[in-house]
């Protein structure tokens, strides 16, 4: 069935009813660490769309002309946590040489993103629901795009609150976490519209 | 059913890809992050040829030019700031929550995030110059208190130092089984400076913290260790006034030296001395700090109990040692403060100097990072 799913549904289903930090929790622990402002959220926000949708692509191609035809399919975790961190160091590399302004504003962020879970999540995925390698494609971008606008959110929301009296035992992590819940709630108000698993 | 040509094909096809990965990045690393040859000129005069693509901070270090850092260049500590009058590029995100609006108009950055990437030109204060790198072997080790260890290393190479007392020194920790890249941590010498060849420091155990640790629970009498410095601006002004010296745990430390080294020199000036501890078991040489009144004349040892144990029997000043502060102090006192001690203890201590009158750049502190 998953044949006939449009990409655009993809995408969009990504960023709205199945958003992958919202619906799945993952990519949670630079979620909260990195939310503070959102001027840095802007920044990790954009690395991670990157990152997600080309490495997607990447292990589409390593998983169907690598691993399926040696069937090495439960191999897969390793192999794509490996593809995503060369990758990334690969992109900071060539970041920092061609770019500065680019690299203060994004590049200095990949690092923390090698090891974040939603992206490998988002390569797993792909995998599970059996896209087509368009379809991953704008899975990747589009997971991408719902986690930045999560962390955007979850910036902006934490400016509002910093003026604000928390009891002294859920500041920090701990109010973070239940904001987060919060919007999952609200996200929940997509979920039926469009499904993509 | 197991088959060995499966297993053999797995092995070989991640380690084909594993290889390739690696190799890529290898080249990458040969071609893209190859900076070459770049030049730094110090303060105008003095020219370095070094290898590109490191950070500034760790490329002057294999340079013997040791600028302060005390979380090892990991950007969140914020003491390797220095000038660079060019070469540096744009700020980056992660050195902004360190400099102030008037540091980047001066050029401030933290040479721990800055990379080397062509020539430079930058601006140390000549006083890091004589910050050395010695090698030492621990001659000692003593509890102070249950959580305080007072640790003496004898010098090897170079065998003397030279600094002021209340400067501090980093002591590399190597790798162990807390921590798997070796870091350096600064400390206060509680050492006095006519004593060139030891280095003694006041070390509390902070839980998880992995100096404190590692010298609490691992470092032997007979060891190597190696330490650099002296580093930092905390000593004794050549003024006439009253000192007040406040400090709270290990913070004994640059004050011991601080008043060993005026008792040397025969310092006339009145000086009172408030530790603030919870209980007796918490104060740092309570007799030796007391007994420095006996070659320092005008001097006043008032160790200050917030929460004295029952048994303590104890009968000198309890509460706050910001309140102890005030009920010895007169308004308008002509007094300079040299504090030591947590960050929330020295913001206390500079509230309430200030409300008797103590003007901001007459109160000295050194504040744990």
């Not at chain 1, 946590?81 to 990334?88: E, S, T």
């Not at chain 2, 006339?268 to 603030?276: A, E, L, P």
Request: charged fraction near 20%; charge should be negative.
């Amino acid at each position: 069935m998953n044949g006939e799913l449009l990409p655009a549904a993809v995408f969009f289903g990504a960023i709205f009813t199945g958003n992958i930090l919202l619906s799945n929790y993952l990519g949670m622990c630079s979620f909260l660490s990195v939310s503070k402002e959102i001027k840095t959220s802007t920044g990790l926000g954009a690395a991670v769309i990157f990152v997600m949708a080309v490495t997607s692509l990447l292990n589409w191609i390593v998983y169907h002309y690598l691993l399926i035809p040696l069937n090495l399919e439960y191999l897969r975790f390793i192999v794509f946590i490996v593809v995503i961190a060369a990758f990334v160091q690969l992109v900071e590399m060539i970041i920092e040489r061609v770019s500065e302004g680019l690299y203060a504003a994004l590049g200095i962020f990949l690092p923390l993103i090698t090891v974040n879970c939603a992206i490998l999540g988002v390569s797993l995925f792909m995998v599970i629901r059996d896209y087509s390698l368009v379809n991953s494609f704008f899975f990747g971008l589009g997971s991408g795009i719902g986690w930045f606008l999560a962390i955007i959110a979850m910036a902006g929301i934490r400016k509002k609150i910093s003026g604000a009296k928390i009891p002294a035992g859920l500041e920090g992590p701990g109010i973070t976490l239940i904001i987060a819940g919060m919007m999952a709630l609200a996200f929940m108000g997509f979920s039926g519209m469009i499904n993509i698993t | 059913m197991f088959s060995l040509s499966a297993l053999l094909i797995s092995i070989g096809a991640i380690t084909a890809l594993t290889v390739i990965l690696a190799v890529i990045l290898v080249v990458a690393d040969a071609f893209i992050a190859n900076y070459g040859e770049c030049k730094i000129t110090v303060n105008g005069k003095k020219e370095l040829t070094v290898k590109g693509g490191r950070t500034l901070l760790s490329t002057l270090m294999e340079e013997e030019i040791f600028v302060p850092s005390a979380c090892g260049g990991r950007g969140s500590c914020g003491l390797c700031k220095l000038k660079v009058e060019s070469g540096a590029g744009q700020y980056l995100p992660t050195e902004l929550p360190w400099i102030s609006k008037e540091e980047q108009a001066g050029n401030v950055r933290l040479s721990c995030q800055v990379k080397v990437k062509n020539d430079m030109s930058i601006r140390i204060p000549e006083e890091l110059f004589s910050v050395k790198q010695y090698s030492t072997r621990v001659e000692s080790i003593k509890d102070l208190t249950h959580d305080i260890k007072e640790v003496k290393f004898r010098l090897l190479s170079p065998d003397t130092i030279e600094y002021k007392a209340g400067q501090f020194v980093q002591i590399l920790t190597p790798e162990y089984k807390l921590s798997d890249e070796s870091v350096f941590r600064a400390y206060s010498m509680s050492s006095v400076p006519s004593e060139k060849n030891v280095i003694e420091l006041e070390v509390r155990l902070v839980p998880e913290g992995i100096c404190t640790t590692w010298v609490h629970q691992y470092l032997k009498e007979g060891d190597k260790v190696t330490i650099n410095g002296p580093y930092g601006d905390f000593h004794l002004r050549d003024t006439g006034r009253d000192i007040i010296c406040i400090a709270g745990g290990s913070g004994n430390a640059p004050i011991k030296s601080i008043l060993l080294d005026m008792a040397e020199n025969g310092n006339k000036r009145n000086v009172s001395y408030f530790y603030g501890a919870q209980a007796i078991k918490d104060l740092v040489l309570p007799d030796e700090m007391a007994a420095i009144s006996e070659k320092l004349p005008n001097y006043k040892y008032i160790p200050v109990l917030s929460n004295p144990d029952p048994d303590d029997d104890w009968n000198g000043e309890t509460g706050w040692v910001t309140d102890a502060v005030a009920r010895h102090m007169n308004t308008g006192d002509n007094v300079e403060a040299y504090l030591c001690g947590s960050p929330g203890m020295i913001d206390a201590c500079i509230k309430v100097l200030t409300e008797q009158g103590v003007p901001e750049e007459l109160i000295f502190y050194d504040k744990f990072a």
